[in-house]
């Protein structure tokens, strides 16, 4: 198990943007992940995903979480632009060939306008997604740009936290007057290959009725009317109430072993005209900031379950709306079985 976190992380595909997050030149998003940061670039149009390190010596190139700016190393000023990776007083180098200089990039693949990125995936991405990869293309098509953007660290293992985000048993009594407002029904689960989703309606009739009333400021052609949660194995969560706005959430081991780097970001979606983008800012305002308070809550409580708590091993007492939990155990102990190699 010593390098289960980190073997995940290179053999999957990872969800790491939606198109609409990096439009401009210059646009970078920063992850952290168990190997390392890795860095989306949109490199004159084009976008790459590369390790955040500096050909030259190895600094990171970007530190914060999300911007824009030039490909510009601070330490000598390496510069990448256009594919190339730029020198300054190149004449210093004449003992070696810095034309041969590469960011260390990584695989791409698209599914709809989700872009995910690879290291050594084992399956070719629609392999991997499964069923689920028709759901995220319309998902994917009615998304606009990014509002908002949090990230930080679980003092917990990541499992611990996926686990928390897969079940609905814990609302009522950690979420009271966030999520719980909801008062979500038990809904259903799908299971497409490893990932999962959970649909519950809205048992809160007052919600549901003035959510419904909302649709005519959308220019959105799917959503599903309730409480939708995507899980993709291994560290990725989509959520939505009536396809409005996704909150798209990443639970990333730290190298560290220990915690977890999570972040989530607010998705919002294409909305009817200029009107209704005024009359929904409050809104939009409004769930960015109760998701960033249930994930508070969800740290609270997270980092109450050391490591040790957490194994692949089925739930002694699996609750019915724990169901996901079985599943992604599952998922895991499947994955280990069929690992290739010593
Ligand atoms: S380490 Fe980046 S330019 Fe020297
Ligand atoms: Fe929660």
Redesign the pocket.
Do not use: I, K, Q, S
């Given at each position: 198990m010593k390098d289960f976190d980190a073997r995940l992380f290179r053999e999957h595909w990872h969800l790491a943007c939606h198109r609409n997050e990096l439009p401009v030149p210059g646009d970078y998003l920063r992850m952290q992940t168990p190997l390392g940061d890795l860095v989306v670039f949109n490199d004159s149009g084009e976008l790459l995903a590369f390790d955040n390190l500096?050909?030259?010596?190895?600094?990171r190139?970007f530190d914060g979480e999300a911007g824009n700016g030039p490909a510009t190393?601070?330490?000598?000023?390496?510069t990448y632009d256009k594919g190339r990776v730029i020198v300054?007083m190149a004449e210093e180098f004449a003992g070696c060939d810095t034309s041969r200089a590469r960011l260390n990039t990584y695989r791409l693949d698209w599914c709809g306008d989700f872009l995910f990125v690879g290291i050594a995936p084992r399956m070719a991405l629609y392999e991997q997604l499964g069923e689920a990869a028709a759901l995220l293309e319309n998902i994917g098509f009615n998304i606009a740009n990014r509002l908002d953007l949090n990230a930080g660290s679980f003092r917990c293992y990541w499992p611990v936290a996926v686990e928390n985000a897969l079940e609905p048993y814990h609302i009522s009594m950690v979420h009271p007057e966030t999520l719980g407002m909801l008062e979500l029904e038990a809904g259903s689960n799908e299971y497409l290959g490893r990932n999962s989703v959970w649909y519950a309606p809205l048992g809160n009739a007052r919600v549901d009725k003035q959510l419904r009333s909302l649709k005519r400021h959308f220019a959105i052609d799917y959503g599903y009317e309730g409480y939708m949660s995507v899980y993709l194995f291994p560290f990725t969560m989509i959520s939505s109430t009536f396809g409005y706005s996704y909150s798209l959430q990443h639970f990333l081991p730290a190298q560290d072993g220990q915690n977890t780097h999570f972040s989530s970001r607010l998705l919002g979606t294409h909305l009817a005209n200029e009107r209704a983008a005024q009359l929904l800012a409050p809104l939009f305002t409004s769930t960015a900031a109760i998701n960033r308070k249930v994930f508070e809550e969800d740290h609270q409580v997270c980092q109450l379950v050391p490591k040790s708590s957490w194994s692949t091993a089925p739930l002694v007492f699996p609750a019915a709306s724990e169901a996901k939990i079985e599943h992604f155990r599952q998922s895991c102990r499947d994955w280990l079985a069929a690992r290739p190699g010593p």
């Open positions: 500096c050909p030259h010596r190895g600094a190139m190393c601070r330490y000598h000023g390496w300054p």
